[in-house]
């Protein structure tokens, strides 16, 4: 089985503009997370989702960030009016289920706002 | 709320040394799970070891062992003779262990392992 996919590796976006980043989780793993990690720190979290709800979103920072995962498989993490403060990279990663779960994670999205 | 220290922000030994990483957390929780994990340059998090909070026995996963001191908040990583592979970046994190929460990390450890 493959693991945790996201597209795209590396995004490029001016200023002001949206963005969409894809996460594909590990087939029948009901747990999605999001994460920022912002150069030279650890992951934050974001978002987590169990199935298609979000049972956890404190970590957006406002309301530009928004995330949905339609048919509790792929997630969707959108950014609009993009900031230059925007930039980091991304993590999806998705585990079985709630609980000791591991957490297994994808190789990120890069995203620089010019 | 959750927090977690990492004060090495790097740290390097040569080949075959043994290398521990430190880590203090704090937290409100009674039940809760600590992790290690690696980050190389590909970016991909890779999880190296765990220990749940209630255990009081040292997790170990072959090369990596943990030190975890529950009354001084301490969960140290030890590295036996280390391989160049082990270069990287080493989070720790924690969770709660109330249900499937998201992970709150440290800062890092960029661990450089000289040959």
């Known amino acids: 089985g493959a693991g945790v996919s996201q597209t795209p590796s590396n995004k490029v976006t001016e200023k002001g503009k949206y963005v969409e980043l894809r996460c594909d989780p590990i087939s029948g793993h009901t747990a999605l997370y999001w994460y920022r990690q912002s150069l030279g720190q650890g992951p934050e979290f974001l978002i987590y989702?169990?199935?298609?709800?979000?049972?956890?979103d404190s970590g957006l920072p406002n309301d530009r960030f928004f995330a949905v995962r339609p048919e509790g498989s792929v997630s969707t993490l959108k950014i609009q009016r993009t900031e230059r403060g925007d930039s980091a990279v991304y993590l999806c990663?998705?585990?079985?289920?709630?609980?000791?779960?591991?957490?297994?994670f994808g190789p990120g999205t890069r995203l620089t706002v010019t | 709320a959750q927090t977690v220290t990492q004060s090495q922000p790097e740290m390097s030994v040569q080949e075959a040394e043994t290398v521990t990483l430190s880590c203090t957390y704090d937290t409100s929780e009674s039940n809760y799970y600590l992790f290690w994990y690696k980050q190389p340059p590909s970016r991909q998090m890779i999880l190296v070891i765990r220990q749940e909070a209630y255990k009081q026995q040292n997790a170990t996963e072959n090369r990596f062992s943990v030190n975890f001191q529950k009354a001084a908040k301490s969960f140290s990583l030890k590295i036996s003779d280390s391989q160049l592979g082990d270069t990287a970046m080493y989070f720790c994190a924690s969770r709660s262990g109330g249900g499937a929460d998201g992970l709150t990390f440290g800062k890092g450890t960029h661990l450089i392992i000289q040959p």
């Open positions: 990663a998705s585990s079985e289920s709630s609980g000791m779960g591991e957490q297994y």
């Open positions: 989702f169990q199935g298609t709800g979000a049972a956890d």
